[in-house]
């Protein structure tokens, strides 16, 4: 969860949670960081956690971004200094942090690059602890009203709105880009679905929400299913898929 | 309500675990809930191997029902265990996190 510059991490089986430090520069008075993007992810050969955020100072022109993680395990923040970095949210309203899609052991935001005017999949690697870049799919249109990445099953994916549509594109081999695939079409009915951002896959069906106030499911073939509302409040809510597990963070003394 | 007694019944692979909460005057008067404990007799070890095959959540409840299980699901070499051994049957669940009120909501989706 991110609220501000207060980050916690939560398992919310064991409702065990644990109070992120603000990383050194945040308690700076001359600069005012806002974070743009942001994960938290699991790196295997180290059994260690991190939480990644990429922030600029608001009171400088142009965006100078900060890189850092904070390790779970060694409790501290650590900057990646030298990286040029041309990456921007382009995207989300409301000064929203992007958050990282997990996969293959590797955060991933769409970003816009600045240099090239073009979008691009940034990729943080939690074991090499370094980002790099991908390019987003051939003929993917990136004038549609809304798109981001996700995580099809176990795959890197791609949805975007378009009119009364929603293009899914799944990278069917991790890092080949020739294996991006368009692989459904969702239509939506404007008076019952007007929009739909999926989130997650449960036994093969689609889940995703309609601006945040409903869950709607659709299934692997693109058919639509059902929709639910849970949201009363019409700015809707944020919705998260969890595994349930007892896992601690390390030494965790919460 | 400071005792507690536990009965173990393992059918077909399924473990039910029914906990009778008792005070300390009830459990002189109810011999019955007494001669139950000694079900409860089992190895250590194979009390270890059911619960690591149990779901999240009854193995939350179960934490309640002695110190020693408390310990034992709160380690987290259990938890690591846990997780690989149940990775087949890995369960999820929905969380829905409302922007203005405080208010956190969680579905199954899985039923």
Not at chain 1, 82 to 103: D, E, H, K, Q, W
Not at chain 2, 76 to 83: E, G, L, Q, V, Y
Request: proline share 5%.
């Amino acid at each position: 969860m991110h609220t501000n510059s207060n980050i916690y991490v939560w398992n919310p089986s064991t409702g065990l949670h644990k109070q992120i430090p603000l990383s050194p520069i945040d308690s700076r008075l001359d600069a005012n960081y806002l974070c743009y993007l942001y994960g938290f992810g699991y790196d295997k050969l180290r059994d260690d956690y991190l939480v990644v955020s990429v922030s600029y100072d608001t009171t400088l022109d142009g965006i100078h971004s900060r890189l850092e993680f904070f390790s779970m395990r060694d409790t501290k923040w650590k900057e990646i200094e030298g990286t040029y970095f041309p990456y921007v949210n382009n995207y989300t309203s409301n000064n929203a942090p992007r958050i990282g899609s997990l996969v293959n052991g590797a955060l991933h935001w769409l970003t816009l690059h600045e240099d090239l005017m073009m979008d691009v999949i940034l990729a943080f690697d939690l074991t090499e602890r370094k980002f790099l870049e991908m390019p987003v799919p051939d003929g993917f249109d990136q004038e549609l009203e809304g798109c981001d990445l996700w995580v099809f099953g176990e795959f890197l994916s791609l949805w975007a709105v378009g009119e009364d549509i929603v293009e899914i594109w799944v990278m069917k081999e991790y890092k080949v880009h020739s294996s991006w695939t368009k692989t459904l079409v969702l239509s939506l009915d404007g008076n019952f679905i007007p929009y739909f951002s999926p989130f997650c896959t449960v036994s093969g069906d689609i889940i995703g929400t309609n601006g945040g106030t409903e869950l709607v499911k659709y299934d692997d073939k693109g058919r639509f299913l059902e929709h639910r509302p849970y949201c009363n409040d019409p700015g809707g809510s944020q919705v998260a898929l969890y595994t349930e597990s007892l896992l601690s963070l390390p030494s965790n003394s919460a | 309500m400071k005792s507690s007694t536990s009965i173990l019944m393992i059918t077909e692979g399924f473990i039910i675990i029914t906990l009778i909460l008792q005070t300390k005057s009830s459990a002189k008067k109810n011999k019955k809930h007494m001669e139950k404990k000694t079900l409860l007799h089992l190895p250590h070890e194979l009390i270890i191997e059911i619960l690591l095959r149990l779901p999240v959540k009854s193995l939350i409840r179960f934490k309640c029902v002695s110190k020693s299980w408390f310990c034992l699901i709160s380690d987290p070499h259990f938890a690591n265990s846990h997780f690989q051994l149940t990775a087949p049957t890995h369960t999820h669940r929905i969380l829905l996190i409302s922007t203005l009120a405080p208010k956190i909501l969680s579905i199954d989706l899985e039923v």
